[in-house]
């Protein structure tokens, strides 16, 4: 059964090597180790990293707001995609969304990025418009998602 570590300033050097392995396997621009790190010294942002068979096979960066998550960046291994561990990811997000009465959850993702989009679909997700020329390595546009956790939220 695959597990979810919380990473901060203590245990980041342990999982750094393979976050940082992910993240270059999954993006055209990828993060830095030091943008994972910062990340780990924000009081808002959680950086969780999925363990399935001894590994680390993906992780979520998100922020917890006061009233709405901030989805930052999110990777399953390549090895390890199709077997749902990005949805679990997710669910677990938002599970810790509902028990602190978070009412949305909103995220960028590339309109090229066909895998994550349907994933958030598959997740309830929906289009809330576009962020112009969003990706500046690439000019390319974000696709804004979201997701109500609240009824009074739900359109």
Wanted: hydrophobic fraction near 40%; charge should be negative.
């Amino acid at each position: 059964m695959p597990h979810i570590i919380e990473i901060g300033p203590d245990n980041f050097s342990v999982y750094a090597e393979e976050i940082l392995e992910i993240e270059n396997a999954s993006f055209p621009s990828p993060w830095s180790i030091n943008a994972f790190k910062a990340e780990t010294e924000k009081h808002i942002s959680h950086l969780w990293v999925l363990i399935s068979e001894t590994t680390v096979s993906g992780y979520i960066c998100f922020w917890l707001l006061e009233t709405e998550i901030q989805l930052i960046n999110l990777a399953v291994h390549p090895k390890k995609r199709g077997i749902r561990l990005g949805q679990f990811l997710l669910t677990r997000m938002i599970e810790k969304g509902v028990s602190e009465r978070i009412k949305n959850v909103w995220l960028e993702v590339r309109p090229s990025n066909c895998g994550a989009r349907n994933l958030y679909k598959k997740m309830g997700f929906h289009e809330a418009g576009i962020r112009p020329k969003y990706y500046s390595e690439s000019n390319e546009d974000a696709i804004l998602m979201s997701l109500a956790l609240s009824s009074s939220e739900r359109l």
